[in-house]
């Protein structure tokens, strides 16, 4: 018998590693352990007012926090039956995208990239493929740079608050962003034919279920609370406020993260999860990029996720410009957050942060305070799939060679995009 | 003269201060030209966990014995230890109660299972080690960083404001939350150096850069309280980011 140990994956967001068991060629225990710290924000946030809690829980992760934010907010306002401008729904919706793009940026070109080419990093990579990495870095700023005009912060978003938006962004602000995307658009191309170069990722093959935001007429992030799960060529679709179907939780010895199964079986979330559920969205340009890529759907191979990443990125800066067009031809008003009445009730939100289905549900007394909060993050929901393809991965890997073992254990991970912070916040037991 | 050596570590929090490295988008590549990094595990997958560093970034709270761990080991091998972010600084929002009885919330969140992960009461760096620098802010300003590594680079201690966000929002001119709108804003007595973010753009401070040197929390406690704003409420509000951030 002999163990095959990740102690502390790099370029990844928090602190977690793998653990891979070999008896011959038999795999035994496959964990994903995830030893960062429990933070209990949600027992703690117990007893704040509803407009100190997307603030606090934002912090959960950083690279996902204009989603925490977000989703947050979303699940205070159903609470109470707060319905928010038109204006507020786009500038969400751009928030949303700018954070995509940054995060999507990051992972692909910073974090997952020097691993096709067996760099350890994004500045060793710089030094032999600096067109790679500035690409990266330009697309990362521009995401950052929608954050700030409209939330106000690249991390950690002030400006959305329950109702709306602490201020509007003024039409200079919004000319210069359109600027920038219009520059933005320009690297599409670059990006398809720099992901279309990568050598193969072809080691880990294994089909699973896929659960996504179910959003038929338009590819939001945001809008929409139904979740269709496709398993097997089955599809099932819930309603948000049955998201216990999906979150059948289960605390594991190793983990800090609980492990979630729907109707017995893991599943994936994030891009390729979201491509694969609406596949209606990828048409014209987008479908010649999926070809570009050579990506079909469904698919077995969960590297293919960069892939997913990659196709997004181009379709949120597309998208980013349209919204940034449409606020400056109707131009934008300096509105107000509508009113906030607190009621007595629970709330839920689901929305597709980078990572995939992340979810929200608080329950509030009558004076506004809240009473209970639950957040299952897309880490917690893949962390049981993850464990799936790792096993598959060292299954397949028939060299039996610790190193080469270890090393395509890790890109799997990273393929998931991985936010360790977020996996350790999760549902409490009922 | 050799680049200095460098190393950037999170403990538990969200990695936003390592983040905002990242987000020195314009600046990165230059950095690295600079400084030699030479342990930074979000971003390389391969460092060197032992080599003595002229300088250490530390972003995150002590929340487990491996976070203790870490932290005394990282301190060994530093000759200046800087506190990245308000987690750092002063143990941020998984400190907010640190009263709270912390086997109940464990129970609660994992069930029985809970009891038996490694988890304390979160404590900030300088209550585990001692902390040469401390970088404040959720997460830090970009430019406080970049301006940290230059100063550092030249020999000289980096300066950040004593006074509250109150001074900036006054520079701006902008209408005041809590004396025209009666909102409970921490500006008064929240450390300056964000330009006054939130209340710039209509939202009271929530006080994420923790307590100003210079601030005057008694006078602070005084309008609420006439804007009829209980002390309770304002205690817990100013404890959101920093335990110690109340006015005794």
Same mark, same amino acid.
């Given at each position: 018998m002999k163990t095959v140990v990740v102690e502390h994956l790099a370029r990844v967001e928090g602190h977690g590693g793998i653990t891979v068991e070999l008896d011959g060629d038999t795999v035994g225990k496959v964990h994903f352990d995830v030893f960062e710290g429990a933070r209990l924000l949600e027992p703690l946030v117990r007893g704040k007012r509803f407009d100190e809690v997307a603030p606090i829980l934002s912090r959960i992760c950083s690279i996902c926090s204009t989603a925490h934010t977000l989703t947050s907010l979303k699940a205070t306002e159903n609470a109470f039956g707060v319905r928010i401008s038109p204006q507020t729904e786009l500038l969400r919706e751009l928030l949303f995208r700018g954070e995509s793009i940054e995060s999507h940026a990051l992972h692909i070109f910073l974090l997952a990239m020097p691993d096709y080419w067996d760099y350890p990093g994004a500045t060793a990579l710089a030094a032999d493929k600096p067109h790679a990495v500035l690409l990266g870095l330009r697309l990362k700023k521009l995401g950052n740079l929608i954050q700030e005009t409209i939330g106000g912060r690249a991390i950690h978003p002030v400006n959305a608050v329950p109702g709306g938006f602490g201020k509007a962004p003024s039409a200079d602000q919004l000319i210069a962003l359109r600027g920038a995307l219009i520059e933005g658009m320009k690297d599409s191309d670059t990006v398809v034919d720099l992901m279309a170069s990568l050598p193969a990722a072809n080691f880990c093959h294994c089909d699973t279920a896929y659960a996504a935001l179910f959003s038929p007429n338009a590819d939001s992030y945001y809008a929409g609370d139904q979740v269709m799960v496709s398993s097997n060529g089955e599809l099932a679709l819930f309603h948000a406020a049955d998201y216990r179907t999906l979150t059948n939780e289960q605390a594991a010895p190793h983990s800090h993260a609980k492990h979630s199964t729907f109707r017995g079986r893991p599943f994936m979330v994030g891009s390729l999860a979201r491509l694969t559920v609406n596949p209606r969205r990828l048409t014209g340009k987008l479908a010649a990029v999926l070809e570009r890529l050579q990506l079909q759907l469904p698919t077995s191979n969960p590297m293919d996720n960069n892939k997913a990443q990659a196709l997004e990125l181009i379709r949120d800066v597309e998208r980013a410009l349209e919204i940034v067009e449409q606020l400056l031809r109707e131009g934008v008003r300096d509105e107000r957050p509508v009113g906030v009445r607190p009621r007595a009730g629970t709330g839920t939100a689901i929305t597709e942060a980078p990572r995939g289905l992340l979810i929200h549900s608080y329950t509030y007394d009558a004076e506004g305070r809240i009473t209970a909060a639950d957040v299952v993050t897309p880490t917690a929901l893949n962390a049981a799939d993850m464990e799936l393809r790792f096993r598959r991965t060292v299954e397949e890997c028939v060299e039996r060679d610790e190193a080469v073992i270890a090393k395509r254990l890790q890109m799997v991970a990273r393929a998931y995009d991985p936010c360790i912070s977020c996996s350790v916040h999760l549902v409490r037991r009922r | 003269m050799s680049k200095p050596s460098v190393g950037i570590f999170g403990l538990t929090g969200c990695a936003g201060d390592q983040l905002a490295i990242l987000n020195c988008e314009d600046q990165l590549l230059d950095l690295v030209s600079l400084i030699d990094v030479r342990d930074f595990l979000m971003a390389s997958s391969?460092?060197? *966990? *032992?080599c003595p560093l002229d300088l250490a970034l530390v972003e995150g709270a002590v929340l487990t014995r491996r976070d203790a761990d870490r932290l005394l080991a990282v301190r060994k091998r530093a000759k200046l230890l800087v506190a990245l972010g308000t987690c750092a600084v002063w143990g941020g929002v998984a400190a907010m109660d640190r009263g709270t009885d912390r086997g109940k919330l464990l129970a609660e969140v994992y069930g029985e299972m809970g009891l038996g992960y490694d988890s304390e009461p979160a404590r900030a760096l300088h209550e585990v080690v001692k902390v040469d620098l401390k970088i404040t802010g959720c997460p830090i300003e970009k430019d406080h960083f970049l301006a940290a590594i230059a100063n550092l680079l030249n020999g000289d201690a980096p300066v950040y404001p004593s006074y509250p966000v109150c001074t900036e929002c006054r520079m701006l001119e902008n209408n005041c939350l809590l004396i025209e709108r009666g909102e409970l804003c921490c500006g008064p007595v929240t450390a300056a150096g964000c330009a006054a973010r939130c209340p710039n753009l209509r939202v009271p401070c929530v006080g994420c850069r923790g307590p100003a040197g210079d601030a005057n929390p008694a006078s602070l406690l005084a309008v609420l309280e006439e804007k009829g704003i209980d002390r309770q409420g304002i205690a817990a509000r100013l404890r959101t980011f920093a335990p110690q951030g109340v006015a005794q």
């Open positions: - | 391969e460092n060197d *966990a *032992a």
